[in-house]
């Protein structure tokens, strides 16, 4: 559905990709882990168009999108939910999920999608006439992912959707993530929490200092990645310890 | 009736400001940008209702529209054909293409007509007076409270109850997201210059009307007074804008009638410490944004 070769993207001067490759097939719930600065974000961003690739491509359902505009990668089923949740603070919840519908508006669905929102998340319909930014943050992780969904994504992209929540709330979004590709949703998700990643996903891709350190199912990676030295240790030259 | 009269024309004053300072702000808000060259959008539109209204045989409310509607299209044009271009660069170079349109217009009214001013028609309903409860108000002043009452209700519509509008809100706050949601980026941009183009020519109007006169630098007063006006009301919301108009108004006539006559020269340098005090007590304006991005807890 989604192939990523040989990308190459950067963020300002600093924070880059070198030759990334990596796939996510129809169905799948894909992690994408790493630590802070590790490259997960830029990668989502080439992918959704923000930042344009320097080199490489990414195609998506067998068409090139890699200079694509990100209104344009939307509509062809991209939907990304970023880091830091972006809700439109000034804006209503359902003026949040209306921009959510915006890429493939259909008056006649759009009653029935907003019903299915709230049954995934009553407290969006508890909320639904405030403004976005006075919603808690796991709420509003809920409305982020929600207004993503509004556009009917055939790959959902969550980039940290645990950053910042208390504990329980972060129960919460991986019980939902997992409900949502019971439902057929795609997902490649970002995560700094691996292990609870890990224990979801179908496959796993390790990015450490910007390029893949290490790519297969939960099983391979818990065997032969030491997590704990990625995360808590590892110097310049030896990012993360591999043992194949 | 001085109160009543003082009312009026104060409000009329307000409103007309606060149109000037909202379609400053209406481009400031998505782009960040200051554009200067958003008096030349009013004095376009002067020499519009001058050039038409030379004809002779036009309603003078045909004229007024197709000036109001011209200086849309110019603002509009100014964005695709300068402002696209250099809008990923930095902001610099988009300041400085700001000021080289407004050269640019400038020069071409400057050039093939004339420097000097030029008479611009008005129907005699605009300097007639009406008596309201005793009260003496130019007809005009009426007019420009009427149009900002109906442009300001359209304008809240459109903001609220339009996808377009609450994409136009929502770019303002966050534009990267804005696109994530499938928003075109040049629709938003275009959609606010040609709505801060339209109100330049709904003032310019009125500006132009005061003196029925319109010169190449007629711009350069109503620019000014936007960009004050949005520094007391507050740059980043339309709210402000408005609010910081109508403060304008009421501060300008106050002085204008409590100063004595030999100071009333000053009265624009009065105005000047009072925008200085705002910068240094007060920079985000008298409307801070009413919310914050998230609650704690």
Known sequence: ?244 | MIDLEFAINTISLGSLYALLALGLVFVYGILKLVNFAYGEYIMIAGYAMYVLGGFGYIPWYVTMIAAVLFAALVSYTTELVAFRPVRTKSMTAMLVTSFAVSIFLQNLVLIPVSPRARAVKFPAIFSHTLTVAGATVPVRNVLIIGTTVLLLAGLTLLMKKTVLGIAMRAAADKFTTTRLMGVPANLVISATFIISGFLAGVVSVFWVSRSASVDPLTGSMPLLIAFIATVLGGMHSLQGAVIGGFVYGLLFNVLSITLPVSMISYRDAIMFVIVILFLLFRPEGIWRKGYTEERVG
């Open chain 1, 1 to 244: 559905m989604l192939t990523v070769a040989d990308l190459y993207a950067s963020y300002g001067a600093i924070r880059a990709v070198r030759d990334i490759s990596l796939e996510v097939n129809e169905g799948e719930l894909v992690a994408l882990l790493g630590v802070n600065g590790a490259g997960k974000s830029t990668t989502l961003k080439a992918i959704s168009g923000v930042l344009r690739p320097i080199q490489g491509s990414v195609r998506f359902l067998g068409e090139e999108i890699g200079n694509r505009k990100p209104e344009a990668i939307v509509k062809r089923g991209i939907s990304l939910v970023p880091e830091g949740r972006e809700i439109f603070g000034g804006l209503t919840v359902e003026e949040n999920l209306r921009l959510g519908a915006f890429s493939s508006f259909d008056r006649g669905r759009y009653k029935a999608d907003l019903e299915e929102m709230f049954a995934l998340f009553p407290i969006l319909k508890e909320r639904f006439h405030q403004a976005g930014g006075l919603l808690s943050g796991g709420e509003q992780q809920m409305l982020a992912i929600a207004r993503a969904l509004m556009s009917h994504p055939k790959l959902l992209m969550l980039d940290e959707p645990s950053l910042g929540l208390s504990p329980a709330m972060t129960d919460q979004i991986f019980e939902l993530i997992v409900a949502l590709k019971e439902r057929g949703t795609t997902i490649l998700l970002v995560e700094q929490n691996a292990e609870r990643a890990l224990e979801i996903v179908d496959r796993a891709y390790l990015l450490a200092t910007g390029s893949l350190e290490f790519a297969g199912t939960p099983e391979e990676m818990k065997r032969k990645v030491d997590l704990t030295s990625v995360y808590l240790g590892g110097d310049e030259d030896e990012p993360c310890e591999v043992h194949l």
